[in-house]
């Protein structure tokens, strides 16, 4: 598993893999587990009312930057792994957009 983690920080895994597996489905399930960690370890159950995934900004410190550290940890593998890539620049552009925007928007969980 280190063995894995590495590659992928180092872009070493092709794009495809870094993006849809881990910059979705792992992000995805991520998030989830600190939805869960938010409602049943610190007693936060103000996101039941709303759509959950639209509000970052009621987490706790933690949370928060713990959110941040793995943001930036999957960001630095897919651009990594953009810019190994040897196929159509096309999708390496589309990526660093992508990732852009991703990191533009961590400023959301501070605001409220």
């Known amino acids: 598993m280190k063995k894995i983690i ?4 180092r872009g070493e895994i092709t794009l495809w893999r870094s ?6 489905l792992l992000n995805a399930l991520f998030t ?3 939805f869960n960690l938010e409602i049943y370890a610190f007693g936060n159950n103000q996101f039941t009312s ?14 928060k930057l713990l959110l941040i550290f793995w943001t930036i940890l999957i960001t ?18 589309a990526t660093f957009l992508f990732l852009s ?9 501070f605001l409220g």
């Not at 993006?19 to 979705?24: S, T």
């Not at 925007?101 to 969980?109: E, M, V």
């Open 6 to 9: 590495s590659r992928f920080w």
């Open 19 to 24: 993006y849809w597996l881990v910059g979705e």
């Open 32 to 34: 989830l587990v600190i």
């Open 50 to 63: 709303y759509l959950p995934f639209l509000d970052f900004s009621n987490f706790t410190l933690f949370t």
């Open 76 to 93: 630095v593998g897919i651009w990594r792994s953009a810019e190994n890539y040897n196929g159509s620049i096309i999708w390496v552009v």
């Open 101 to 109: 925007y991703r990191i533009f928007t961590l400023r959301l969980i």
